[in-house]
């Protein structure tokens, strides 16, 4: 067991307002897992509540990460991923500007100190009240898909800049697609700037998204290529330059954020390395930066066995924290982690572990929808032990309710800083 060094807070944290939160310190070479453990094990008669783990290291690598490949695009991380407050001061205090598509993402952002022009208002359908908030507060660049959205926002939402959003041409691959919601469609493009342009609305650029958790790289190319014909129309219409180019998201950590770079640095290349002079490029990363760094710990409240077959029961499900699984159709990854066979045996602490056993794994509620893993190979495990699910910050508690009585909102998280990234 490893030693917990508790410093109280980085300072970066402290200074930006999140005030009386902890951030531990852990070791190089020491797993999450492993501090998961050690606090389980430190505080036996805790709740037994989940809880995340969120990680401000890997949060520090991911940023210098972005920097390296894409330097000169500035990140707007898009606080619907995951609006954990501590998470989005780190990110504020790490330079991040911030994608809002509502007044409580502005206003969570504002509260952190976060002035208002690193701020995008990223949602092509405002209501009219968000909006006034908005301009009341001095946040001004926003998108637009849509003839009806350039009235309200002439009233609503008065010197905003606009971004036309287009639908990128594949977004088919994408875990969550969006282009069915957003994006103008070519021939939508020219009476869209010549509506914003004859009440006096600026349209300073062009945004897309080429759906989330997107697989295919050339998804980039092909949406940026759109983008350069859209300049290219506001050009031939005598509109004044645009001068922003806004790739969305779509970002996933690790090898396949090389590619998308790789695909996005090429297709600026391609098609804008003639109006390079004067272009602001950004971008709207979510699951890139908030993916990777929480880590989820749920306990086993529950067993049936059915001769070789196991369920586990477990107080966290897809109507809480673990609410990606329907909806990106994707396994996620658990890791057991055994507490009460090391009560009853200290000197063998993986307990049976080594033979696992097919098992599924239900969340709390009654509905039989709330299953969170089937046929997952297990140890055998007794009630009081806990899964560890890592990698699970992405449009996870962001989409929690507390549906039929289980708290899925607001569950607590502890803050780690680990040093085993590079
Ligand atoms: C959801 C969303 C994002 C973030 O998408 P990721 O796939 O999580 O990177 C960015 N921009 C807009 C407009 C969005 O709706």
């Known amino acids: ?67 390296q490949n894409l330097p000169s695009i500035r990140p707007f991380y898009a606080v619907k991923c995951n609006p954990d407050p501590c998470f989005v001061a780190y990110m504020a205090s790490l330079g991040a500007n911030f994608d809002c598509a509502s007044q409580a993402e502005i206003e969570l952002v504002i ?12 949602n092509p359908c405002k209501p009219e009240s968000h909006m006034r908030y908005a301009a009341s507060v001095g946040v001004r660049i926003t998108t637009f898909d849509s003839i009806y959205e ?13 971004l036309i959003r287009i639908k990128a041409p594949d977004d088919g691959s994408a875990k969550l697609p969006l282009g ?10 020219e009476p869209l700037l010549i509506a914003a342009q004859s009440v006096g ?26 983008a350069r014909d859209v300049f290219d129309t506001a050009d031939k219409l005598g509109l004044p330059k645009m001068r922003v180019l806004n790739i969305g998201g779509g970002f996933t ?25 004067g272009l602001e490029i950004i971008a709207e990363p979510g699951r890139y930066f908030a993916e990777w760094p929480f880590t989820l710990a749920a306990n086993v409240i529950g067993k049936r066995v059915r001769g070789e077959l196991i369920d586990y029961y477990i107080n966290d499900g897809v109507f809480g924290s673990l609410s990606c699984i329907p909806k990106e159709h994707v396994a996620v990854t ?28 239900f969340g709390p509620t009654c509905a039989a929808t709330d299953m969170v893993a089937k046929d997952y190979q297990l140890p055998d495990m007794e009630i009081g032990d806990w899964l560890v699910f890592p990698n699970l910050g992405a449009y996870s508690a962001a989409c929690a309710s507390n549906f039929n009585g289980f708290k899925g909102v607001g569950i607590s998280t502890h803050l780690v800083y680990s040093n085993n990234h590079s």
């Open 1 to 67: 067991m490893f030693m917990v060094n508790e410093v109280n807070c980085i300072p970066m944290l402290a200074s930006i307002g999140v005030n009386g939160k902890r951030v531990t310190e852990i070791p190089k070479d020491t797993g999450i897992k492993d501090f998961i453990k050690s606090i389980l094990l430190s505080h036996p008669d805790s709740t037994k509540e989940p809880f995340f783990v969120l990680d401000l290291g890997l949060v520090k690598f991911l940023m210098d990460k972005w920097t």
């Open 111 to 122: 509260s952190l100190g976060v002035s208002p022009d690193r701020i995008i208002f990223a």
């Open 150 to 162: 350039v009235e309200k926002m002439k009233r609503c939402f008065p010197g905003c800049q606009l």
């Open 180 to 189: 069915v919601k957003f994006g103008a469609l070519p021939h939508e493009v």
């Open 201 to 226: 609305l600026d349209v300073v650029g062009v945004s897309f998204h080429v759906g989330s958790g997107s697989t295919d790289c050339t998804a980039y190319h092909s949406a940026i290529s759109a």
């Open 253 to 277: 950590a690790g090898p396949i954020f090389d590619d998308a770079a790789d695909a996005v640095k090429f297709g600026i290349q391609t098609y804008f390395q003639d109006r390079m002079t």
């Open 334 to 361: 658990i890791e057991p982690l055994i507490i009460m066979a090391l009560e009853s045996d200290p000197d063998n602490p993986n307990g049976s572990g080594s033979i696992t056993h097919g098992s599924t794994v």
